[in-house]
């Protein structure tokens, strides 16, 4: 679809943003590749609690044939004065603590001049010299999009690390089948006989909390998980309570909007495993997982997992979740047999500094492995 022109709106907070919130979700619900964590429900109240100063929430509109302006693009950046030591003005695409995804939101059908306008503005209007772009999806249509972008104009970028994370996605075949490609006999036979052990104490369910229920299921996965190795290691949600506050809030909001999938492993009624997914699309995105360590012995966390496999693999409106998880994840490696391809880059505005910058980033590279490696030969 081709529009006669762009129009961009920059906003430096959530108050600037608040008139574009409908246009925002809207935005979400159409774009080319979904990504949860850049929707308003869930950076807005991300911004109240981790969100500092020096922020650019750029928006790109498209004017249609009837003049009217369509929210396209959406780029939530912050400004830096500094890129790997070196003191020059960088722009970052935004993540906290809670981000696990920082693909911006492009409407399907406008992705080459919502790109080209975001870069033109980049290049002459935003006083960067540098954009830095991390955990940024690289093998779907935004990547493809951009890179076509980059490549007509011939901007100077750099990639930082490319690497993979769990994903999942549903087999032609039953879950079963699914995990018996996945897994070996014996690690099939050996997580049977700890559900078979850990129901000989009681009532084992599996459960996704109902709607009725949201309240009990947040207070309940919040206790699970600050009573665990997270609260004692400061990470857990309830360590702060604006995080605490962050987490219900966000957990109360996809609730409201359908787009809640929270499970748990009970028994007796008592939860000693939950999994909190968040929907998005026609996927989602396995946000976190917390157990109960009286029971660990039992392996609930992985117990919970299977079945949260064998969920996705019967539920026909879910075509895949990622893990959020860290790219060696011992567990979640060994149960998904997918990956996705996640990149940190950064480009170059097309000023002499950020040129210099990104072309030496190479050099810098070598040597730092060169001294890595110095250091191995020498310990050993």
């Known amino acids: 679809m081709t529009t006669s022109a762009t129009q961009i709106i920059l906003a430096q907070n959530a108050e600037q943003l608040a008139p574009h919130i409908a246009a925002w979700d809207d935005l979400a619900a159409h774009a080319i590749e979904p990504n949860v964590f850049y929707e308003s429900w869930h950076l807005l109240p991300a911004l109240r609690v981790f969100g500092e100063e020096n922020f650019y929430f750029v928006l790109v509109f498209a004017k249609q044939h009837d003049q009217t302006s369509l929210l396209c693009g959406f780029f939530p950046l912050q400004m830096r004065r500094r890129y790997k030591g070196v003191p020059l003005r960088v722009l970052a695409l935004w993540n906290h603590d809670y981000c696990s995804l920082c693909t911006p939101l492009i409407r399907a059908g406008f992705e080459t001049e919502i790109l080209n306008a975001f870069l033109d503005w980049f290049n002459d209007n ?8 991390e955990e940024v999806s690289a093998d779907g249509l935004f990547q493809r999009f951009w890179i076509d972008a980059l490549h007509e104009r011939g901007a100077l970028g750099f990639t930082d690390a ?8 549903p087999s032609p075949d039953s879950a079963e089948d699914y995990l018996h490609k996945a897994l070996s006999r014996k690690r099939r036979k050996e997580w049977k006989r700890l559900e078979n052990r850990l129901g ?9 909390i ?15 998980e600050s009573a665990g190795w997270k609260g004692r290691a400061g990470t857990a949600f309830s360590n702060q309570e604006s995080h605490r506050a962050f987490f219900r809030e966000i957990a109360h909001e996809a609730a409201r909007r359908g787009r809640l999938m929270l499970l748990a492993l009970k028994v007796n009624g008592r939860p000693i495993a ?14 976190k997982i917390a157990f109960d360590e009286e029971f660990s012995r039992f392996s609930p966390g992985v117990l919970l997992e299977l079945d949260n496999i064998r969920r996705l693999q019967q ?16 567990m979640i490696n060994r149960l998904w047999t997918e990956r996705r391809l996640i990149q940190n880059s950064v480009l170059s505005a097309g000023k002499f500094s950020g040129d210099l910058v990104v072309s030496l980033l190479p050099l810098l590279r070598f040597v730092k492995r060169r001294l890595q490696r110095k250091r191995r030969i020498h310990h050993h």
Not at 126 to 133: Q, T, V
Not at 210 to 224: D, R, T
Not at 315 to 330: E, K, Q
């Open 200 to 208: 000989e104490l009681g009532c084992l369910n599996y459960e996704i």
């Open 274 to 287: 939950m999994k909190f997914n968040l929907l998005a699309g026609d996927g989602s995105f396995a946000c």
């Open 315 to 330: 539920n026909s409106n879910l075509h895949w979740m990622d893990s959020c998880a860290i790219p060696d994840h011992f």
């Open 162 to 169: 490319l690497y993979t994370r769990a994903f999942l996605k």
């Open 210 to 224: 109902e709607e009725s229920a949201v309240s009990q299921g947040i207070e309940e996965f919040l206790q699970l």
């Open 126 to 133: 935003s006083g960067a010299a540098l954009l830095e772009m």
